[in-house]
Nanobody, 118 residues
């Protein structure tokens, strides 16, 4: 299983970024995908989740209305569109797939750094 994130960077408050997570090594279209973030001084938190068909999406309250999770099952990729970024969105964003029902493991990518600063 491999998860590779990209798209992070430095952006001014109010700006936008689109993160991508390319997945391989499992049947992507069968699995719920999740974005997490690790912000300085805080525990890792779940940001957004999308079910295997994309029919259900959930967000942490702090990003509702600003972030959108989506997926392209033909490309084995999940996205996180982040708009109206705030300094408190700064952190390392990682995608996750929980395959514990199959092999006992949840998998993480290496993460991509997002810095929101003027």
């Amino acid at each position: 299983v491999q998860l590779v994130e990209s798209g992070g960077g430095l952006v001014q408050p109010g700006g936008s970024l689109r993160l991508s997570c390319a997945a391989s090594g499992f049947i992507f279209e069968m699995e719920t995908m999740t974005w997490y973030r690790q912000t300085p001084g805080k525990e890792r938190e779940l940001v957004a989740t999308i079910t295997n068909t994309g029919g259900s999406k959930n967000y942490v309250d702090s990003v509702k209305g600003r972030f959108t999770i989506s997926r392209d099952n033909a490309k084995n990729t999940v996205y996180l569109q982040m708009n109206s970024l705030k300094p408190e969105d700064t952190g390392v964003y990682s995608c996750n797939v929980d395959l514990s029902d199959y092999d006992g493991y949840a998998y993480w990518g290496q993460g991509t750094q997002v810095i929101v600063s003027s």
